[in-house]
């Protein structure tokens, strides 16, 4: 008895846990990838950034123009301005993909000089500032960007002359 109440067990067990296993569909499912090259954001400096023309004074300063389409020039200590130097904020035309959010990055504080035409006299350019930071082009893609900046003019050590450097500005779609 013993030796038939063992197998019916397990006759038992394998059809109560009988499997039901499904064969896969053997047709292909077809899918779907999809990719948008669009155009590359391009930039052009329209208007460079110019201090103007100025006198250190006893005790120097800084020309500090704004990041903003007038670009208006403050200075500080005994450095001034005069007539005739043109002082403006730096443009950039930006044009890309219609409507879509640009970012600006430009230089950290300290990282740019502008070097005398002649001597390796330096005056430094630090806070650099824009008319925004984030923005978003027009419908047909096109924007207009103001960057400025403040410039360290020493009291004395430097040459009187024309200083001028070079500085990078990235935009990139968000």
Known sequence: MKKLILPLIFSLLFIGFSLNIYALDPDP???TATAELVEA?????????????????????????????????????TVATIGGG???????D???????NVSVSLPADGSVNLTHESTSDVMNVS?????????????????????????????????VGVYS??????????
């Open 41 to 77: 954001l391009s930039a052009e400096e329209v208007d460079q950034l110019n201090f103007g023309k100025f006198i250190a004074g006893t005790s120097g300063g800084t020309i500090t123009v704004d990041g903003t389409a007038t670009g208006t020039v403050t200075t500080t200590n």
């Open 29 to 31: 499912v077809t899918a």
């Open 86 to 92: 043109a002082p403006s904020s730096a443009s950039f």
């Open 127 to 159: 806070s650099f500032s824009v008319s925004a930071s984030t923005l978003t082009l027009s419908s047909t893609g096109d924007a207009t960007v103001y960057v400025g900046a403040t410039l360290t003019v020493p009291a004395s050590g430097v040459s």
């Open 94 to 100: 930006i044009s890309g993909l219609a409507s879509q």
């Open 165 to 174: 450097g070079t500085y990078t500005v990235t935009f990139a779609y968000q």
